[in-house]
């Protein structure tokens, strides 16, 4: 008897906590969380992220960047949409001279996508070149989307030479190390790109992968290629350059590249 009462009692306590976890992930399922796409570095509150015309011909007055934002939830059967708004406090930059924004209201995340981008217009001017502005962002709840952990973002606007956001990467304090202009420069012209643009950003050099989500949103690198490029690097710096000195890191270039 005490067997059978022990059964039905464990039988009882299944049935509840598989009804429970299943409104809960109904109640997480059902809400759709929007968040600035960057990481947050340690000791802030939120990301900043860096733009420079510098790379761009002196004729460029306007650029428009893309500032990624994600949402975890299910993926749409239709496009959304998502709004974000200026935090004046916390922003140096003008509207209409050094930003536009260009249709706040109606920035668009695809159907079947878990990604969209907030569309800011740049405008360049003179003053660039000895100082930088600052424009912060921050999300904005909507019928649509609920507001996750990262709902602001600074952008740095400048016209001078600045540490590129993507070489905080693991992969560049790994294989080319502390950051300086020289070395940047060198870089850039090593691997031939003209724009300021991260070289190791396109599909030579990454893989996508799905850990198991059916959706290939995760970007990881081709460690063995980057190594060789590294050593590449380091090779034409001696050969081909003479093996600069760096007065910023107080070595040579080839000297400061990381260690593996």
Known sequence: MKKILYSILMCTALVLCVGCSTDEIDYFDNNEYLSFNESVASGQTYPSISYTFTFKDASVETDTINIPVSFAGRYMDKDAEFTF???????????????????????IIAAHKNTGSAKILLMRTADMKTASYKLTLQLVENNKFKIGEVDKIQVSITDQLVKPDWWT????????????????????????????SDPFDTN????????????????????????????????????????????????PVSQSLGSY
């Not at 992969?171 to 003209?194: A, R």
């Not at 198991?212 to 060789?228: H, V």
Request: charged residues 25%; aromatic residues 16%.
């Open 204 to 251: 030579e050099y990454i893989v996508w992968q799905d850990y198991g989500t059916g959706n290939f949103i995760y970007k990881t690198y081709k460690d063995g290629l980057i190594k060789m490029k590294a050593l590449a690097f380091k090779n034409w710096l001696r050969t081909t350059k003479g093996d600069p000195y760096d007065d910023d890191l107080k070595m």
């Open 169 to 196: 990467s693991t992969v560049y304090k790994h294989y080319l190390g502390s950051y300086s202009s020289k070395k940047l420069l060198l870089w850039l012209e090593f691997m031939g790109v003209t724009d300021g």
């Open 85 to 107: 708004k200026v935090i004046d406090t916390l922003t140096t930059a003008k509207a209409d001279v050094h930003y536009r924004i260009l249709n706040p209201e109606k920035q």
